[in-house]
């Protein structure tokens, strides 16, 4: 088993910055691929950014790229997401979550662990 934990959630004017941070522990050795995905109220939970444990390779959702950065520290078993420009339409909980399959990345079902979520709230 996996335990994620997600810290670093706040309110934040539009055009700012914050970092999402998710603490991993347990098996994580077993961990191929780590992702963030968000869910704004009355909206599905939708893919945000992903990375490759082992290479670092990254992949982002078409709405963030250029303004997010997912990031790994492999030492500390921590995953980031560095959202700069935030916009209001950034408004959601954003879900940390990891996988052990090399399944598309973007995909909900690929993920076998999940941390409880961290509200990230951006005012225009």
């Known amino acids: 088993q996996v335990q994620l934990v997600e810290s670093g959630g706040g309110l934040v004017q539009a055009g700012g910055s914050l970092r999402l941070s998710c603490a991993a522990s347990g098996r994580t050795f077993s961990i191929y691929r780590m992702g963030w995905f968000r869910q704004a109220p009355g909206k599905e939970r939708e893919f945000v950014a992903a990375?490759?444990?082992?290479?670092?390779?990254?992949s982002y959702a078409e709405s963030v790229k250029g303004r997010f950065t997912i990031l790994r520290d492999n030492t500390a078993n921590t995953a980031y997401l560095q959202m700069n420009s935030l916009k209001p339409d950034d408004t959601a909980v954003y879900y940390c979550a990891g996988t052990t399959s090399s399944y598309y990345y973007s995909l909900r079902s690929t993920y076998q662990y999940w941390g409880q979520g961290t509200q990230v709230t951006v005012s225009s």
């Open positions: 990375i490759t444990w082992s290479t670092g390779s990254t």
